[in-house]
């Protein structure tokens, strides 16, 4: 009965990873996408980085997370994290100037 609960918990460990792990890409891959498909005069006229860099950022985040570093590692961590910056900053900032209406 001592040997259950090391199992168990490796299984929950899995199971968290998973989820993670499925976060992560959905976060990188439609932040890659939207970034494609954006005007690049766009980018300069918010005062980000151009559309190359945030574009190279995200290729290289997703191609380590997909190789195996996971989302619990440096590189994982770090493409969440610029995946959410685009996604909340730079991509609220695109809409804003294409709508002209604001955030709110």
Do not use: N
């Amino acid at each position: 009965m001592a040997t259950a609960a090391p199992i168990f918990a490796f299984a929950v460990r899995d199971v968290i990873e998973l989820i993670l792990l499925a976060f992560a890409l959905i976060v990188q891959g439609v932040a890659l996408v939207h970034a494609i498909t954006q005007r690049s005069d766009g980018f300069t006229a918010i005062g980000t980085l151009p559309k190359g860099g945030w574009v190279a950022i995200l290729a290289v985040c997703l191609v380590l997370t997909l190789l195996g570093f996971g989302p619990i590692s440096l590189f994982g961590l770090i493409g969440i994290a610029a995946g959410l910056i685009y996604l909340l900053d730079v991509r609220v900032g695109l809409r804003d100037l294409s709508d002209g209406r604001g955030s709110w």
